[in-house]
Nanobody, 122 residues
Framework: EVQLVESGGVLVQPGGSLRLSCAAS????????MGWLRQAPGKGLEWVST????????????YYADSVKGRFNISRDDAKNTVYLQLNSLETEDTAMYYC???????????RGQGTQVTVSS
């Protein structure tokens, strides 16, 4: 059974930074693309970022929504079965519940965790 547990969400001021973590279990983590979704209050689910499995020569490919490109950075640690999302230069529009997902890039249909709340406010 796929299990995804997110952590790291907090209240942060505009311009601030934080790192989200997602601990995965129940599948061979290194073999799968992992990503992050978010859902802002009153809005639909939005794809944020995806990281491919790690290629032994090329490394991992990363993909970002235009709204976060240049501000967010996704990474993975296959030894820890964990995927991270570094959020920088946060804006009030980044306020949302953030979900970790096991799914290809831009997909909203994969299994996801319970979410971690990020609130950007002064």
């Amino acid at each position: 059974e796929v299990q995804l547990v997110e952590s790291g969400g907090v209240l942060v001021q505009p311009g601030g930074s934080l790192r989200l973590s997602c601990a995965a279990s129940g599948f061979v983590f290194a073999d799968y693309a992992m990503g992050w979704l978010r859902q802002a209050p009153g809005k639909g689910l939005e794809w944020v970022s995806t990281i491919s499995p790690l290629h032994r020569i090329l490394g991992a490919y990363t993909y970002y929504a235009d709204s976060v490109k240049g501000r967010f950075n996704i990474s993975r640690d296959d030894a820890k079965n964990t995927v991270y999302l570094q959020l920088n230069s946060l804006e009030t529009e980044d306020t949302a519940m953030y979900y970790c997902t096991k799914s290809p890039a831009r997909s909203l249909n994969g299994p996801r965790g319970q979410g971690t709340q990020v609130t950007v406010s002064s």
